[in-house]
């Protein structure tokens, strides 16, 4: 029988590796992905994944029997990439499109291999409007990036945000919303692009 979350972290936190690397292949993945949209960046990704993943391990004790793993796990990635934050001073960004370490994902094209036809400007449009929604993302404010982050790309819903946030659902609310309005001021009018 497959344990949940919170019966590996305990599994974990009495001596049990094994559990513990369940839940790196759990959420390695996801956090990483967290990590990369708040920073922008991948090397701080992966040192802030790493950071993140050694701080679960060495705070397991402090993790709460009645508590769930996932939001605490992103609470401590979010406080890492934080302090981070405090210290450079500056928000990550997302390179451009011309730099050889982003290139347009291979799968931007997958449609033209499979016989169903493909337009390669419309591929290479949607990809352009990725990276400037990516873009566009790095540019709010740290709060706001991180409360639309933990909403829209990993699906928590507001009452997981708010706890990863240490704040109340009606603070994550106004966030979104702000965010939301920013990004629609800063992004292109859907169509607008061709």
């Given at each position: 029988?497959e344990?949940n979350?919170?019966?590996l972290m305990d599994?974990?936190?009495?001596?049990?590796?094994?559990?513990?690397s369940?839940?790196?292949i759990?959420?390695?993945?996801?956090?990483?992905g967290?990590?990369?949209?708040l920073?922008?960046q991948?090397?701080?990704?992966?040192?802030?994944?790493q950071?993140?993943?050694?701080?679960i391990h060495?705070?397991?004790?402090t993790?709460k029997?009645?508590?769930?793993f996932?939001?605490?796990?992103?609470?401590?990635a979010?406080?890492?990439?934080?302090?981070?934050?405090?210290k450079?001073?500056?928000?990550?960004y997302?390179?451009?499109?011309?730099d050889?370490d982003?290139?347009?994902?291979?799968?931007?094209?997958?449609?033209c291999?499979?016989?169903?036809?493909?337009?390669?400007?419309?591929?290479i449009?949607?990809?352009?409007?990725?990276?400037?929604?990516?873009?566009?993302?790095q540019?709010?404010?740290?709060?706001?990036?991180?409360?639309?982050?933990?909403a829209?790309?990993?699906d928590?819903p507001?009452?997981?945000?708010?706890?990863v946030?240490n704040?109340?659902?009606?603070?994550?609310?106004?966030h979104?919303?702000?965010?939301?309005?920013?990004?629609a001021?800063?992004?292109p009018?859907?169509?607008?692009?061709l």
């Amino acid at each position: 029988m497959e344990r949940n979350d919170e019966q590996l972290m305990d599994a974990h936190i009495r001596g049990d590796d094994s559990a513990f690397s369940e839940l790196i292949i759990r959420y390695a993945h996801a956090l990483f992905g967290y990590l990369l949209r708040l920073t922008g960046q991948r090397q701080d990704a992966e040192d802030l994944l790493q950071e993140t993943l050694l701080r679960i391990h060495h705070k397991a004790h402090t993790f709460k029997s009645n508590a769930r793993f996932k939001p605490w796990a992103f609470t401590i990635a979010t406080n890492i990439a934080n302090d981070r934050f405090r210290k450079q001073k500056r928000i990550g960004y997302i390179q451009s499109l011309d730099d050889p370490d982003h290139p347009i994902p291979e799968t931007a094209f997958e449609d033209c291999n499979n016989g169903t036809g493909c337009n390669p400007v419309a591929t290479i449009i949607k990809s352009e409007l990725k990276e400037q929604v990516l873009h566009a993302i790095q540019t709010l404010p740290t709060q706001q990036r991180t409360a639309l982050v933990l909403a829209y790309y990993h699906d928590l819903p507001y009452r997981d945000v708010a706890e990863v946030m240490n704040c109340s659902v009606g603070t994550v609310k106004t966030h979104m919303s702000r965010a939301l309005h920013k990004l629609a001021d800063i992004l292109p009018v859907p169509g607008s692009e061709l």
